[in-house]
């Protein structure tokens, strides 16, 4: 009997290139705090377009060292979408602060920016910020949030995981990437290989603020400066180069230079994944046009990165079931933060937030990466035009 390929929704591309960089690396004299990150750092900076980036472990650890760059700590009330997964919540539960959340858009499954004023007006000064999430690859307004945010002075940390590459068209008519630092305050990416860029684990956290990234760069190596000039103890001004100080609470939270070899050769290679990625997503857009399976579609001010592409299904279970009979294993992304368990537990229930409920219940992520054959592709578009 032969037995089907199996088709994951997502799945990292490694090149000969990608494995002699890290080879390179493993022959050199730094495993970890050698060139290759600042290398990796500038790249990603100018890729997204911001002045500042900082590699970290993973993107769950950059959310946490942005929250906490941004002040979150108690009595801090943040703000972020339902349709996201868990860490873009839990980070401002790591600092102590309490989070909320506002409904999603029934087209996009982005955060309802609607829904978001209503809420900010009707609870004036009572929030610190919000971490919207250009989820599945579609960049939020970033330019209608900003202005919000100044109105009411809030932050925004951008959870960008879904969106390198992707971009919003501003009023004035200039594209902006995802992680540009021209609306955000800071944003955040991850290098775990389901996601464009992979380096097994990693993050970065781009920002155009140097206070901020001052504050990171810190807080990312256990709070310990070596810088001279920012010394703070007044008795110990003659100690020698052995000297340091911890002047933060801060973690260890760095990226190895092993993996940011890996990230940059990734990089390198990264317009032409988003490129493939947009051809899928054409194909599958024609394929599905006027069936059962009703894709999610970008605005004419939105350039999509096609981390995933969803379609709605009205029975979603079985679909999800038939596709998986012929080898192909979709996803559901994601359930609703606040029907977990652990947000349940903080009060949250089934029917909070109606949207983002119907959402999940009729959501299904399709096979969308970069090493996806033309035949694969036709494989899905049978299976899913049979199934929904
Ligand atoms: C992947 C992801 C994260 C967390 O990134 P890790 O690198 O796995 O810690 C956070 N937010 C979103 C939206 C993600 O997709």
Not at 83 to 108: P, R
Not at 189 to 218: C, D, Q, W, Y
Not at 313 to 318: A, I, L, T
Request: net charge negative.
């Amino acid at each position: 009997m032969t037995s089907i390929r199996r088709i994951p929704y997502g799945r990292q591309t490694i090149t000969q290139e990608d494995i002699n960089a890290v080879v390179e690396t493993l022959r050199s004299d730094f495993l970890t705090q050698g060139p290759k990150i600042a290398e990796f750092e500038e790249a990603f900076a100018s890729y997204v377009g911001a002045k500042y980036a900082l590699a970290v472990a993973n993107g769950t650890a950059a959310l946490h060292l942005a929250a906490l760059a941004l002040g979150v700590g108690e009595g801090s009330r943040v703000i972020t979408t339902p349709i996201t997964f868990v860490a873009s919540a839990n980070c401002i539960l790591y600092c102590g602060g309490t989070v909320d959340f506002v409904d999603v858009n029934e087209k996009s499954a982005l955060l309802d920016l609607d829904l978001l004023e209503a809420k900010l007006e009707a609870s004036r000064h009572r929030y610190s910020g919000i971490v919207p999430v250009d989820f599945a690859g579609l960049p939020v307004d970033l330019e209608r949030l900003r202005s919000i945010a100044d109105r009411y002075g809030i932050w925004i940390l951008e959870d960008a995981c879904h969106a390198p590459g992707a971009a919003f068209r501003s009023k004035a008519g200039s594209w902006e990437r995802c992680g540009s630092g021209a609306w955000a305050d800071a944003s955040i990416f991850s290098f775990h290989p389901v996601k464009h860029i992979a380096s097994g684990e990693g993050g970065m956290i781009t920002t155009n603020n140097r206070a901020l990234f001052e504050k990171i760069s810190l807080l990312r190596t256990h709070g310990i400066t070596r810088d001279v000039a920012l010394y703070q103890n007044d008795d110990m001004t003659a100690e020698g180069a052995w000297y340091y100080e911890m002047q933060e609470l801060g973690f260890n939270y760095r990226m190895p230079d092993i993996l940011a070899a890996l990230g940059l050769s990734q990089l390198r290679r990264a317009e032409e994944g988003l490129a493939r990625r947009r051809a899928f997503a054409k194909r599958y857009d024609q394929a599905f046009a006027g069936s059962r399976a009703r894709p999610v579609l970008p605005g004419e001010s939105q350039l999509h990165a096609y981390h995933l592409y969803v379609v709605r299904v009205e029975n979603r279970r079985s679909t999800y079931e038939r596709l998986r009979e012929k080898g192909i294993l979709a996803q559901v992304h994601y359930v609703p933060v606040h029907l977990q368990p652990y947000y349940r537990r903080l009060g949250f229930k089934p029917g909070d937030f109606p949207v983002s409920e119907g959402y999940y219940a009729s959501a299904l992520s399709l096979p969308m990466f970069p090493g996806l054959s033309d035949e694969d592709v036709d494989r899905v578009i049978s299976a899913v035009l049979e199934s929904a």
